[in-house]
Structures are given as C-alpha cells and as structure tokens.
C-alpha cells in the first residue's frame, strides 16, 4: 500500500504540472471544438453520445486507447454555461463518485488545483484488481474534462503517468 501512497502524491502532484512534453512516436490529438490537445500513444477510438441530465441535454465525447494493460482516455462533456463556480466541487464530486461506484474503485486521495487558471482536481483510484487510475477532472466553464491513466498497479510508472498527464492542454476558448 505504501507503493501507491508514492505514487498518489507523485501523481497529484505530476497533474498540476503545466510544461508540455513531446513524447516521441506519440500522437497529437486536438479534436475541433472540444477545447483540449494531448499526446497518446496511437490514435484512440472515439464515441460521442448525448447526455440528458434532469432536463439539461448535452454531447460527451470519450477518446480511448488500450495498449497493453493501459488504458489512456479523455471526456469531454460540453455541458455549456450550466454549472456555477460554487457547483464545481460537486460536479466533480458527482463525476468522481460515478467513475468509482461504475469501476468499483476505492478512491486512495484526492487534491484540489487549478489547471491552466481553470478549477480542477486530480485523483488516484484502484480497483479490487489492485489496478491504479490516475485522474484529472477540469471545468473551463463550459466543458468537463476527465484525463485518466489506468493500469496494474505493479506496471504503472510514474514516469508514464507524468509523460501523458504533461501533454493535456486547455485550448483558448473562441
């Protein structure tokens, strides 16, 4: 367990850093519209649904890629001007407790930040697997983001997870 309390706060930590990384042979995706730039390493599948949440509808998208036993992803949930900034800890309360409950993953620590001068917070989860999820939830104000880095514990570097964490970027808005 000590293992993953290092990790978690090397993690926490690794996700509020904002210099880029270019990781060679990786890929750049920046989807139009969805605000954001990261590095993986190949192209992940894409899936776009809408959500209708107590009335409020509006599209998600999830960018995923497998290798190995790792699992890159990325949502983006353009949810527009709806959430107040006093709303932002429980959206990512309710974003956080749904990936959870759905993975049933134990949350390990968590740590409020602001990324790119947008509120955010990073988290590390593991399963009953003893597999690790890195997370990164951020809110520009209109759009959820959930960055996430998922492995077997005993697989999953710290080198790795900062490498892709470090790539994530917030678009200027148009």
Do not use: H
Not at 4 to 21: D, K, M, P, Q
Not at 35 to 52: A, D, H, R, V, Y
Not at 67 to 83: C, E, H
Not at 106 to 129: F, H, M, V
Request: net charge positive; proline share 6%; aromatic share 8%.
């Amino acid at each position: 367990m000590s293992g993953l309390r290092t990790l978690a706060s090397i993690c926490l930590a690794a996700a509020g850093v904002l210099g880029i990384a270019d990781i060679a042979g990786w890929r750049t995706l920046s989807p139009k519209s969805d605000g954001f730039t990261i590095q993986m390493p190949g192209t992940p599948e894409s899936q776009t649904k809408m959500i209708n949440d107590a009335g409020v509808i509006y599209p998600a998208t999830k960018f995923r890629l497998v290798r190995g036993n790792f699992t890159y992803q990325v949502a983006v949930a353009k949810m527009g001007p709806v959430v107040r900034p006093d709303q932002v800890p429980q959206l990512f309360a309710n974003i956080i407790g749904s990936m959870a409950k759905v993975e049933q993953d134990q949350i390990l620590s968590n740590q409020k930040l602001t990324y790119q001068g947008y509120p955010a917070e990073a988290y590390l989860l593991k399963d009953p697997r003893d597999w690790a999820t890195t997370v990164l939830l951020c809110w520009d104000g209109k759009r959820s983001y959930i960055v996430s880095l998922k492995g077997p514990n005993s697989q999953l570097k710290l080198s790795a997870v900062k490498e892709y964490m470090n790539t994530f970027r917030l678009l200027p808005s148009r």
